[in-house]
């Protein structure tokens, strides 16, 4: 197996040094990578499907890069192993509206802490939401506040045993549902294939970038930049020098010179079609 590079991954998330397992350094190390390690759909984007074992998705981040679910959760666990954390793998389903049946679609990896040193709870450990957590949780029922934004966490129909985190209203998505069971990466291929190769996927059909951080959230969807904190603002990035510098200062994402006008051409694309719905 290859090994993982600690120092190097740490100094990716600006975190100068490695500490003994326990609540506050797992929750400083959840809030580097969330700020730091965006999640985003370039490579979706370009047509290429990635790889979702866990140290390639290492390399990916250390690299400069982000991913989804399938990557940050499984890049982070990795880390964490690495660090002397005993890291779970669950199978999660997002729910993407109250009008939809909770379900544990495999669209989404979770992750989960225990036997924590200083702590007898386990924890919901979970960097591949997007506009998600900034912190991980206590894994109980009861509401959690992080800066603006409201979480629930409440037992789920979705599966026995399951867990549900349901978002704050400004989300993108409803809820998310993920099963006590514990898996490894090849449960989710069918799902990674479809999410990053099929025209019905949201990954497809729009290009998207977000973070978190201790403030807001930042969400790049094709065109429109939107920071979402106690207030909401947007900014249609309609000039192509502008998106990419939003893309490097914002996200940290750097694109290389020839996946540009591909890249580009996609963004504005989404951004006609959903004009041209709303007229």
């Known amino acids: 197996m ?8 740490l100094r990716r998330l ?4 490695a500490e003994p397992p326990g609540v506050a350094a797992l929750t400083r190390l959840h809030r580097a990578f969330v700020e730091r390690v965006p999640y985003e759909t370039v490579e979706v984007q370009l047509g290429r499907l990635t790889s979702i074992d866990p140290l390639d998705s290492v390399a990916r981040v250390l690299a400069g890069g982000g991913g989804y679910c399938f ?18 793998r669950h199978p ?10 909770p379900a544990i679609t495999r669209n989404h990896l979770a992750l989960t802490v225990h036997d924590l040193p200083d702590s007898d709870d386990t924890w919901l450990v979970d960097v ?37 985190l349901r978002h704050d ?9 993920f099963a006590p069971d514990a898996v490894g990466m090849d449960h989710f291929a069918d799902r990674h294939v479809h999410l990053s190769t ?3 996927s949201g990954f497809v059909r729009t290009f998207s970038a977000l973070r978190v951080d201790g403030r807001g ?17 947007r900014t249609l990035l309609d000039d192509r020098a502008d998106w990419f510098t939003a893309l490097a200062d914002v996200y940290g994402l750097v694109v290389a010179e020839n996946d540009r006008d591909p890249l580009w051409r996609k963004a504005v694309s989404q951004h006609e079609a959903h004009l041209a719905a709303r007229s």
Do not use: C, I, K
Not at 14 to 17: L, S, T
Not at 71 to 80: I, K, T
Not at 131 to 158: C, I, K, M, N, Y
């Open 2 to 9: 290859r090994p993982l590079d600690v120092p190097v991954f």
């Open 14 to 17: 600006g975190v100068a040094d």
């Open 71 to 88: 990557h940050l959760n499984a890049a982070f666990g990795e880390l964490l192993r690495a660090l002397g954390y005993r890291v779970t």
């Open 92 to 101: 999660g389903g997002v729910q993407t509206s109250g009008d939809v049946e």
């Open 128 to 164: 591949g939401l997007g506009d998600g957590l900034h912190s991980p949780l206590p894994l109980r029922a009861g509401v959690h506040h992080q800066g603006p934004f409201t979480f629930e966490l409440a037992p789920s129909a979705a599966a026995p045993g399951a867990w549900q």
């Open 169 to 177: 209203p400004r989300g993108s998505f409803f809820a998310m549902h």
């Open 198 to 200: 099929s025209p019905s």
């Open 217 to 233: 959230w930042d969400v790049l969807r094709a065109l429109t930049l939107t920071r979402v904190e106690d207030a909401t603002t």
